[in-house]
């Protein structure tokens, strides 16, 4: 059984904000965070 697909939208602030979190992670050499974080969010979409 397959899934259904949903459209999402992520507005220009979100992105800019992902970014920043992403350039203040990577920064504190800290870059593996913010995969983990991704990673996080995509598992509690599904």
Do not use: I, N, Q
């Amino acid at each position: 059984m397959t899934e259904g697909l949903y459209r999402v939208e992520l507005t220009a602030s979100f992105l800019e904000r992902l970014d920043t979190a992403e350039a203040f992670l990577t920064e504190a050499d800290a870059a593996f965070a913010f995969d983990d974080l991704l990673a996080d969010r995509r598992a509690a979409a599904k």
